[in-house]
């Protein structure tokens, strides 16, 4: 039996539209290393402009924009680096900054709402008297939204209070932006205010935005000449790279508009959801639902989203009693509605099974 | 005044064809990374039958299938690579095989053939008995075509000795084969045997393949497994990535067949040059797609002057030294393009002996 698929997995599944593949195959195109790639180029300057910094790097992944961002504030062996010990840089990208980038990391623990308390992060960072036998902290980083807390957004005051913290020692402070644009809809504060503490930004334009593939580092001019030399060791240096840019340009004209709706829907889900005896939802803020099944339901999370995906939906199983799903511009309302009611039959059984 | 451009600066400047585009529109995607994208799927397993390996990872340059390779062979701390010392790992590449990687280089020379002597390869090896303060190699690397040395061909002989050697002494083997099918036209060997002795080979679909972007690197399921793995850490894991690969599958269908009119033109140009008062080029030594041009004292030019005057004509090259020049021939440029550039080049020699009252 043919079912509708509906993928919640991430938003990283989004496929290229119809105009992004027509953009695509129309790009103006030239060798991104030899010179510069005009589509490329183009892209770049549009999300300089759009983050109030003063250039742009495209580059594969938002791992390598991370990766090339952290590893450019630290480039002096011995650096340092205070991170959430909740964050995407911290957990799932394969401990690059230090196998790759020989950096330290020296983590803060990550509140519910994603931030880091200020004094926490204050007393993590290395007293240079100590230099014998301290490493030397360079840079902070943020990541918003937070992706392991939920899709939490950060406020432009937050983020405001760690950049003057920076500041005041010396410090530079680097915004995993991967989903900031979900930030600033869902805040109601423009992106470059948000960032505006920033000295560099890692924004993904392969998430909700639904480009094919990408990230942009966005800094200043000299930060950027640095990554770029860094990008090309790396092996991110592409060459007629804007067959990909001219996508991520679409997304960013079509889909930045319809992020709020994926909120909404996230928001409908959600309710939905904690309405189900059993299931208990984290607070939603943009587009990522947590799910805690309750005990008193008797049911493994493996089950329940074995369960779901034959009939089609697909969610993530975090741990043995968490899911998660997150929406998506190709996710409609319908698609929510369906996937509640697969939900409901879900854990009907367990419901029964326990004489609920 | 739109100005007719012949560029020659290399086989990366080749633009998608309509086909590409076409194909890069309509292509069948899916998350790489989540999972496995059908159509970089097809690429790598395609890839892989050509090679005559058990698999392949697509990734986005020739620097990252090298980097990439180079790390995964070597993936114990305090390891040592062979290669050459004019090779493009060594000189091209940021160093990133060291600085990125911490694997330590040792290079043997470079002939002008692209080889390196076998007796020195060997003789490079680190005897395992002074451990205690040696590095370990563990790791050989060929370039097949050679770029520095003019895109010269290594043999599959050879490649097959150095295999050997590496067996001996429990080495691996990666070719860096980003103009392999260069050589496999250039030699008339099918480009799995050229490649037959090699653990792992790193190609190039962006360059006289004409792909918009990309690299494959073909190898062993468990290497390539690890490399898949590596390839995220550095931040190679694309998404819908089948876009680019469905341009790469055009490239090999259409372009690989024009590799031997690209040697053709080659050597069409090369032996125009040659004639021209001068310049001098080694035309037995072009064998591909690559040619080297020194620039003779007499001729009372440089090369940085040589080009900036051919660039007034919308001839683009590449100055390698402050008497050498490089041009790369590939499928976008056409025989009239290169008598274009013939001539322009007698013109600019001309005009500058005219300029010293030759």
Request: aromatic share 4%; proline share 2%; glycine share 10%.
């Amino acid at each position: 039996m043919v079912t509708k698929t509906v993928d919640l997995r991430s938003d990283t599944v989004t496929k290229p539209t119809e105009a992004m593949r027509t953009a695509m195959a129309t790009a103006e195109v030239d060798d991104d290393v030899l010179d510069f790639d005009p589509t490329a180029v183009r892209l770049e300057a549009e999300m300089a402009k759009i983050t109030g910094k003063e250039a742009g790097l495209f580059v594969p992944s938002g791992t390598m924009g991370n990766l090339i961002s952290v590893l450019t504030h630290c480039d002096v062996r011995g650096s340092e680096v205070i991170l959430g010990d909740n964050c995407h840089i911290f957990i799932y990208e394969n401990g690059g900054i230090s196998t790759i980038g020989g950096v330290h990391p020296r983590t803060v623990k990550n509140n519910s709402d994603g931030t880091m308390d200020l004094d926490l992060i204050e007393a993590a960072i290395r007293d240079p008297r100590g230099e014998i036998v301290y490493p030397t902290t360079r840079l902070i980083c943020l990541e918003n939204t937070h992706a392991n807390s939920g899709g939490k957004c950060l406020s432009a005051e937050y983020t405001d209070q760690v950049g003057e913290l920076a500041k005041k020692h010396g410090l530079q402070l680097h915004i995993d932006g991967a989903r900031i644009f979900n930030a600033s809809v869902a805040l109601g504060v423009p992106v470059d205010r948000l960032v505006q503490a920033a000295d560099s930004v890692s924004v993904c334009l392969s998430k909700g935005i639904g480009a094919p593939i990408g990230s942009v580092i966005v800094g200043s001019k000299s930060f950027i000449a640095k990554a770029r030399r860094l990008r090309k060791t790396l092996g991110g240096g592409m060459r007629q790279v804007g067959v990909i840019t001219a996508a991520a340009l679409v997304a960013l004209q079509e889909n930045v508009g319809k992020l709020e709706s994926d909120h909404k829907k996230a928001r409908l889900l959600a309710d939905g959801l904690n309405q189900m005896k059993g299931l208990r939802v984290d607070p939603v803020e943009t587009n990522i639902v947590y799910i805690e099944i309750e005990e008193g339901l008797h049911m493994s999370a493996a089950k329940i989203v074995k369960n779901l995906e034959e009939r089609g939906i697909l969610v993530m199983e975090i741990s043995s009693s968490r899911i998660r799903v997150v929406l998506h511009h190709q996710i409609s309302a319908s698609d929510v509605q369906y996937a509640l009611s697969c939900f409901q039959h879900a854990v009907k059984g367990g419901q029964i099974e326990n004489g609920n | 005044m739109v100005k007719r451009i012949v560029d020659l600066r290399s086989d990366t400047v080749t633009k998608p064809t309509e086909t590409m585009r076409a194909a890069i529109a309509d292509a069948e995607v899916g998350d790489d990374v989540l999972e496995h994208d059908p159509t970089a799927f097809h690429l790598e397993s395609e890839m892989a039958k050509i090679m005559g390996k058990e698999a392949g990872l697509f990734v986005p340059s020739g620097t990252m299938a090298n980097l990439i390779s180079v790390l995964v062979h070597c993936e114990s701390r305090g390891s040592e690579v062979i290669l050459g010392h004019n090779s493009h790992i060594h000189i091209y590449e940021n160093g990133g095989i060291s600085t990125i990687g911490g694997v330590h280089p040792r290079t043997v020379k470079n002939d002008d053939d692209g080889t390196m002597d076998i007796d020195l390869i060997e003789a490079a090896i680190r005897d395992s008995k002074e451990e205690i303060t040696f590095p370990t190699t563990r790791l050989i690397c060929l370039e097949n075509t050679h770029c520095n040395h003019g895109g010269r061909c290594l043999s599959v002989e050879y490649t097959d000795r150095v295999g050997e050697v590496a067996k001996k002494h429990g080495l691996k083997l990666h070719i860096d084969g980003a103009r392999i099918f260069n050589a496999s036209v250039a030699l008339g060997v099918p480009v799995d045997r050229l490649v037959q002795a090699a653990d792992s080979v790193s190609v190039c679909l962006s360059k006289g393949l004409g792909a918009p972007v990309g690299s494959v690197i073909v190898g062993s399921d468990s290497f390539i497994t690890k490399a898949r793995r590596l390839r995220k850490t550095l931040g190679g894991g694309m998404r819908q990535v089948g876009i680019l690969c469905a341009a790469a599958l055009v490239a090999l269908q259409e372009n690989l067949p024009k590799l031997e009119s690209d040697h053709k033109k080659a050597r069409l140009l090369a032996d125009g040059l040659n004639k021209i008062q001068g310049l001098r080029v080694n035309t037995s030594s072009v064998e591909t797609n690559i040619i080297y041009i020194e620039i003779e004292e007499f001729s009372g030019t440089k090369a940085e002057k040589l080009c900036n005057d051919l660039e007034e004509y919308g001839i683009l090259l590449m100055q390698t030294g402050l008497s050498r020049l490089r041009v790369v021939l590939h499928h976008q440029i056409s025989e009239s393009d290169v008598q274009y550039a013939l001539s322009c080049f007698q013109k600019a020699v001309n005009g500058v002996n005219h300029e010293n009252g030759n």
